[in-house]
């Protein structure tokens, strides 16, 4: 079923930004998995744990320092995410596609019949069809334009975002390599190709859109 600008747009199809969400959750999991690695982190501390209090805080200490950077690293994306909104301009990239995808379907089939069968025997005779056939054809055009264009600053404020939560994965993985001697480089990596998958999915639509025109 077509969307019209009059009718409100269902939410279910706005998936961006919670994949979006699911990429950070999985690098910030990937990250924090070494800091919870018990072996390592009890071999640092052997006489320490000899003791059944010292086994205990130290076990202690460990949760809590995982549940801190877990914490303090989702609400600095959060934070990232509404300054550059990031959320809203992933929406509307939803929406654009959605609306443009639906023209295209109600323009091509029973669509196309549909229409005609709505036309008075005077409009088709005032040749009406091709009026309208050629504003959809505008309408079509506007919207890849539109979304030609958001997806470009959208590539931007990605890579922007990709540099943000990069640098608090650095400072998570310096910490670690501080006090551990080894990096948690595999978080950043798992980020940085979630996000250009999105980038590749979003351009592959709009190329999908513009060649069933």
């Not at 059944?52 to 200490?61: A, D, F, P, S, W």
């Not at 379907?105 to 669509?111: I, L, V």
């Not at 959208?154 to 400072?171: A, D, G, P, V």
Request: net charge negative; with cysteine.
């Amino acid at each position: 079923m077509s969307h019209s600008d009059d009718n409100p747009i269902p939410s279910n199809h706005r998936i961006r930004f919670k994949r979006l969400n699911q990429v950070c959750d999985k690098a910030l999991s990937q990250s924090i998995a070494k800091l919870q690695n018990w072996e390592k982190l009890s071999s640092c501390y052997p006489e320490y744990i000899s003791t059944k209090e010292g086994y205990i805080n130290l076990k202690t200490c460990q949760s809590q320092v995982c549940e801190f950077w877990w914490d303090l690293c989702k609400q600095e994306f959060e934070a990232i995410f509404d300054e550059r909104k990031v959320k809203e301009k992933l929406d509307e990239l939803d929406d654009l596609i959605l609306k443009a995808r639906d023209r295209s379907n109600s323009n091509s089939g029973k669509g196309n019949a549909l229409c005609v069968e709505k036309l008075t025997p005077d409009d088709i005779m005032k040749g009406n069809i091709q009026k309208a056939k050629k504003e959809t054809i505008n309408r079509l055009d506007e919207n890849l334009e539109t979304l030609d264009g958001m997806n470009k600053e959208l590539q931007t404020e990605l890579s922007k975002l990709n540099e943000s939560i990069n640098e608090e994965l650095k400072t998570l993985e310096g910490i670690y390599d501080r006090w551990l001697g080894t990096n948690i480089s595999s978080g950043a990596s798992e980020l940085k190709q979630g996000v250009e998958n999105m980038l590749l999915e979003v351009q592959d639509q709009l190329c999908e859109e513009e060649a069933n025109r």
